[in-house]
């Protein structure tokens, strides 16, 4: 006959085995309502550890493996919702749009959404056109002076505090405003370094200015009052560091130089 001793550590390990698989649906049904895994992304030929690209298969990025890795480890397919860029995956987030995403992070955004860990810390700056005469944030914050930035972004967000004098306008793609600033018609465009450095080199006489205005954190995110998911993506992206995930994720993106940053 069974000790009193090894019936209650039967009964432990039986009642383990059936919250299991509870606590497996529970997950899925706040994860994952749709049965699928809906991944924000914003699209954009900038790259980086948050922009994905559109491709012939379909999309790649940083975000794009995190997220065809997270709903495997769940045991679901993924899909991918596309945006223009980081304000309009802010505003979906109360409406049920996407399940979880990965972009900057500031106080305003902590209001519509939650974040789990920081995995990549940038500098934002700004690039100025051909031909001007700015060399530095004094010069730059002017009046009569255009900057751009990609509209309603911890970016653009902080470009507007930044600068005292000259104009800050909000445009909705990258694409938009590389033509504006190649073009001349806006004087420079806040965004972070190592991106603006890769349009340096597609847009001559351009300069990348050496100061830094702000340092814009990336993390994943889930919606708001979604504490099961919320758990569940920072495990997984705690893991996604020390296993190896996120570096092949980088390096799987073009960014094989760029050293993970978390804060």
Not at 50 to 75: C, H, N, R
Not at 226 to 247: C, D, I, K, P
Request: hydrophobic share 45%; aromatic share 8%.
């Amino acid at each position: 006959m069974p000790t009193p001793f090894w019936s209650a550590c039967a009964g432990l390990a039986l009642a383990a085995v059936v919250a299991m698989p509870a606590l497996a649906d529970g997950l899925k049904d706040q994860i994952a309502p749709t049965g699928k895994l809906r991944v924000a992304i914003a699209i954009s030929p900038a790259g980086g550890a948050f922009w994905s690209t559109k491709t012939e298969a379909g999309y790649a990025g940083v975000p794009v493996d995190l997220g065809k890795d997270m709903a495997a480890q769940i045991g679901i397919p993924v899909e991918y919702v596309v945006y223009q860029n980081s304000g309009q995956i802010t505003d979906a987030a109360g409406k049920g749009s996407w399940d979880v995403t990965w972009l900057p992070k500031d106080p305003e955004r902590e209001t519509k959404m939650m974040f789990g860990p920081i995995y990549e810390v940038a500098d934002a700056t700004y690039i100025v056109k051909a031909g001007s005469s700015v060399t530095n944030f004094a010069t730059l914050d002017q009046p009569g002076i255009k900057v751009a930035a990609v509209n309603a972004t911890t970016t653009m967000r902080g470009a507007v505090a930044h600068l005292k004098n000259a104009t800050v306008s909000g445009y909705q793609t990258y694409d938009e405003i590389f033509g504006l600033l190649k073009s001349g018609e806006v004087d420079a465009f806040a965004l972070s370094r190592d991106q603006l450095n890769k349009m340096a080199q597609k847009i001559p006489g351009t300069k990348v200015l050496d100061e830094t205005f702000k340092k814009t954190v990336t993390a994943v995110a889930v919606p708001l009052a979604h504490q099961q998911s919320l758990a569940f993506v920072t495990n997984f992206m705690n893991e996604a560091v020390t296993n190896g995930t996120l570096r092949r994720a980088y390096d799987n993106n073009g960014l094989k130089d760029s050293p993970i940053r978390t804060e």
